[in-house]
């Protein structure tokens, strides 16, 4: 029996190898490899897909964040509001720049960062908030703008799971001061290899993250800032202005086939299925459900050929780096259970639809043998 893994970023790459290749050998021709034409083209085709003037091409996803957070003044000693459920890259960005994250569950109907939470979390040390799209699914951005707002600190977006997403027709990466977003391989927009990327209309946070990024240069005569090594190379970049144009209809075919999961497995029981929230529209990186016996499921489907993932377990408070700091079990309830609980079906453009019939298929047979 065919297996249908859970995610499958080589399909994408194989149906337009030929441009991939000519895009590769266009790069080696030109003897340009460090932040040239390539990387100037994809960021202003990036700021314009996301609805900003300015975009900054860096080396990751997580680089992006840590260096839109120093952008806007984070340091040392500095606090950050982190969801409690979310890719440990985040949490590890705040740390990267010798902050401290401090965790805020997140909502039960959707899984962004609480803003009553949030709220509440904010002290005399917070900075700034990071509020992320996980999954693909925004986060309440508004309300998340209004806690930051009445703080007086900016909204950062992580944003590395939600190319494409809108919230009433506003593209992620442009609903913050600042947006950081990864190009990793599995990304709705992936690279062959780590890359990132910011997005903002402030033209000086833009000037100042290109400083960051490269040593803390403006010209090469002088190092201005204290900054890093975190370009985005031309070879990532031209490959990322390929995929690019077919971003879009990617999108609206994880829309369907998450439509599809939706309506084939309402009323499963014990099944718990991501919300639809009023006036968003996620890009559907990730499909996760919950079920109260997720091992049995995850076997289940393994055994019938289909592929899943855990996302994420532990809940980066959790992780043993970050227990240190003095995290316990029963402080974040809603992200605890869904660690205990959320499980990926495949989800990924290239799925065919005989593919997503046969998931739905299996996950009912699974749940109704329990």
Not at 76 to 103: K, N, S
Not at 324 to 350: I, K, N, Q
């Amino acid at each position: 029996m065919t297996s249908v893994p859970v995610a499958d970023p080589r399909a994408g790459f194989l149906q337009v190898r030929p441009e991939l290749v000519d895009a590769f050998a266009a790069v080696l021709d030109s003897g340009d490899y460090i932040l040239g034409e390539q990387v100037a083209a994809f960021e202003r085709e990036w700021a314009s897909y996301c609805g900003t003037t300015h975009s900054v091409g860096v080396s990751s996803g997580t680089d992006a964040l840590a260096l839109a957070l120093r952008a806007v003044g984070v340091g040392p000693g500095d606090e950050v509001l982190v969801p409690a459920m979310t890719a440990i890259a985040t949490w590890m960005a705040v740390c990267q720049i010798g902050a401290t994250p401090v965790g805020v569950d997140v909502e039960e109907q959707r899984y962004g960062m609480d803003p009553r939470l949030a709220q509440a979390a904010v002290g005399p040390r917070t900075r700034a908030l990071i509020a992320v799209h996980l999954f693909g699914q925004p986060a309440d951005v508004d309300a998340l703008a209004r806690v930051a707002a009445t703080a007086g600190i900016p909204l950062i977006e992580d944003a590395a799971q939600a190319h494409g997403a809108r919230v009433a027709g506003r593209m992620t990466g442009s609903l913050g001061s600042l947006a950081a977003f990864s190009f990793y391989p599995t990304k709705n927009l992936g690279a062959m290899g780590d890359a990132g990327a910011l997005t903002t209309s402030d033209p000086e946070l833009a000037q100042r993250l290109r400083r960051l990024r490269e040593y803390g240069w403006r010209t090469r005569d002088d190092a201005e800032l204290k900054g890093v090594n975190a370009r985005l190379d031309e070879l990532q970049a031209a490959l990322l202005r390929v995929m690019l144009p077919r971003l879009r209809a990617a999108t609206e075919r994880r829309r369907v086939i998450a439509s599809t999961y939706l309506d084939g497995l309402a009323g499963t029981p014990e099944l718990e299925l991501p919300p639809r929230v009023s006036d968003t529209e996620p890009a559907w990186h990730l499909f996760v459900l919950h079920h109260p016996r997720r091992k049995a499921l995850a076997a289940a489907l393994a055994r019938a050929g289909i592929g899943t993932a855990v996302h994420y377990t532990p809940a980066p408070p959790f992780n043993t780096a970050f227990r240190a700091d003095g995290w316990r079990d029963g402080v974040f309830p809603v992200a605890e259970r869904h660690a205990a609980t959320a499980l990926s079906l495949p989800m990924y453009p290239a799925l065919s639809d005989r593919d997503v019939a046969r998931v739905v298929e299996e996950v009912h047979a699974a749940c109704d043998v329990g």
